[in-house]
């Protein structure tokens, strides 16, 4: 096979066995995992490396003692509310290691003490200090070794700019996808399909989330009428930077376990009157107490202080929060932090067992777009990338021991296709923006989540079809906000991070 990264599609010789939609870290790994014999092929939206996985700052969360299974796994069933699917908590948690020394074995170099020994950091909810990073950027240094791995395979092939507009479906069971790259398509059928499509960041107006979320697993998911569930479990992330720009700054949760503290807008601490572990409360309780400080005080936005921790060591340990806030004149080893609750991560998404098989044949599904139920109704923090490697591996696990090579029937059939209609979409994208951060936040009427509901469907009514990859992400940003605000409506009490009154 060939090995370079980047290459033109349409080489109809090619035969893949899997194809993995992402290229994120549940993307990679499993390609990685999967045995060698089979030849995989990976196609992605935009560059390889833009991806939400990239942008991850804390680290992976990882009992890597046995003795701390137990307090990691009470910890995760704590910050999901005990809506978590126990069994799987379990495995996840328990299976970190394993993962975690391939994820060495692959060339990240996560942070080590003088002993050799790895480095480990707390965040909110954690009781004590687990998880492995490397520095402030851990996604970006996984993502690139993940890349560098990947490109010495001759059985992987990533497709950049490779959009997946639809899975293929017949007899019931998924044998294919619909590929497009600018007007040309190409179906390929494959034995097996993973979904690795990442979040729906990009359907709020403020989000950490990298451009590439916009929803696109999930609703091919919903078009095949796979099971997706438990969309109205939505993480906004207490701190992101309050300061305008086109992806939101994180602020990561890793400066509020070295000693961050929250100070409202009079730079008085609050998070004392709403939870007993104050600044180190799970996210779902620090974002909602922010919203309602904010409310108390009247404004929007507070502060997070770390001034008081030394300065040379708040630079070497966050050298990228550093940089970046002083980019915008704050050095924040002397000035409080704009901070602000923004949309960051969804719990619900395609419904999986602990082998990442989705509720219809031949369809996986790993990472932020599927829901295993280790989250629950809200996500302990640096969770989501031990939930995208153990359930990567166990997907490739499943596929190495059921799928013989002689199993595969692929071929790609390729076609040009005539523009219908030049269109770039951009005021459905801000109204339905609009729609989703003003009515279905961090804290959810009922009246609300209908009017939005309606507006929805408004604009899903109105949108002529065209045959442009802006176009299909418009379509399946609508598609999944409704499943969002369906879910949102049927869910009646607040749990985790739905928080709603009926009125
Ligand atoms: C700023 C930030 C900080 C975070 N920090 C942490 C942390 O410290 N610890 C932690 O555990 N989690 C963290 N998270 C969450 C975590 O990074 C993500 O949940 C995880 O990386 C998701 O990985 P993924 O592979 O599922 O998706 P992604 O990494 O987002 O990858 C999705 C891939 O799918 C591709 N794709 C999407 N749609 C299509 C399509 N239609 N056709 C083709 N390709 C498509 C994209 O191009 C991309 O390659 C953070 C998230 C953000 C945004």
Not at 119 to 144: L, N
Not at 334 to 343: C, F, G, N, Q, T
Request: proline share 1%; hydrophobic share 35%.
């Amino acid at each position: 096979m060939k090995t370079e990264l980047v290459k033109p599609m349409g080489d109809k010789n090619s035969i893949y066995d899997v194809v993995i939609i992402g290229s994120g870290i549940a993307g990679l790994y499993t390609a990685l995992t999967l045995d060698s014999k089979y030849n995989i092929m990976v196609v992605t939206k935009n560059e390889v490396k833009e991806c939400n996985s990239n942008y991850a700052q804390g680290g992976v969360a990882a009992a890597l003692e046995e003795e701390d299974f137990n307090n990691h796994i009470k910890d995760t069933l704590t910050a999901g509310s005990g809506y978590n699917e126990k069994s799987v908590v379990d495995v996840i948690i328990k299976e970190a290691k394993e993962n975690i020394m391939n994820l060495i074995d692959y060339g990240v170099n996560f942070d080590r003490n003088e002993d050799g020994s790895l480095k480990k950091t707390k965040e909110g909810g954690h009781s004590r200090s687990r998880i492995v990073h490397y520095k402030d950027s851990t996604g970006e240094e996984i993502i690139r070794a993940l890349i560098e791995e990947s490109k010495k395979r001759k059985n992987i092939d990533i497709f950049e700019k490779t959009f997946c507009v639809d899975l293929i479906k017949e007899d019931s069971k998924i044998t294919g996808v619909i590929l497009q790259k600018e007007m040309k398509r190409f179906d390929v059928k494959a034995s097996k399909i993973i979904i690795a499509a990442g979040g729906i960041g990009k359907l709020f107006s403020n989000s950490t989330n990298s451009i590439i979320a916009t929803g696109d697993g999930v609703s091919m998911a919903i078009r095949v009428k796979a099971e997706v569930m438990d969309m109205e479990f939505i993480q906004f992330h207490p701190t992101g930077l309050n300061i305008d720009e086109e992806r939101n700054f994180l602020i990561s949760e890793a400066l509020r376990g070295e000693g961050a503290v929250l100070r409202n807008q009079k730079g008085e601490l609050f998070m004392g009157k709403y939870h007993p572990l104050k600044d180190l409360a799970p996210r779902d309780i620090v974002s909602q107490s922010i919203t309602y400080e904010m409310e108390l005080q009247k404004n929007d936005g507070v502060f997070l202080d770390i001034t008081h921790k030394d300065s040379e060591y708040v630079k070497e340990r966050f050298p990228q929060i550093y940089n970046h806030c002083l980019e915008f004149g704050i050095d924040i080893t002397k000035e409080y932090i704009p901070v602000i609750p923004i949309h960051h991560y969804l719990m619900g998404g395609i419904k999986v067992d602990i082998n990442g098989k989705t509720t219809i044949n031949n369809l996986y599904a790993c990472g932020e777009v599927s829901r295993t139920g280790i989250h629950g109704a809200n996500r302990l923090a640096s969770n989501s990338l031990l939930e995208a490697i153990v359930t990567g591996n166990r997907i490739s696990k499943d596929i190495n021991k059921n799928l013989a090579k002689i199993d595969c029937k692929s071929e790609i059939n390729y076609y040009d296709l005539k523009l219908m209609k030049e269109y770039n979409y951009s005021n459905e994208i801000n109204e339905i923006r609009n729609i989703m951060s003003s009515n279905v936040f961090i804290i959810r009427y009922e009246t609300k989540l209908k009017e939005a509901l309606e507006k929805i469907q408004k604009i899903t009514d109105e949108l002529e079809e065209n045959n442009t990859i802006a176009y299909y992400e418009v379509r399946n940003m609508l598609v999944t906000a409704k499943k969002i605000i369906e879910d949102a409506i049927n869910r009646k009490e607040s749990l985790g991070s739905h928080k709603i009154f009926n009125k």
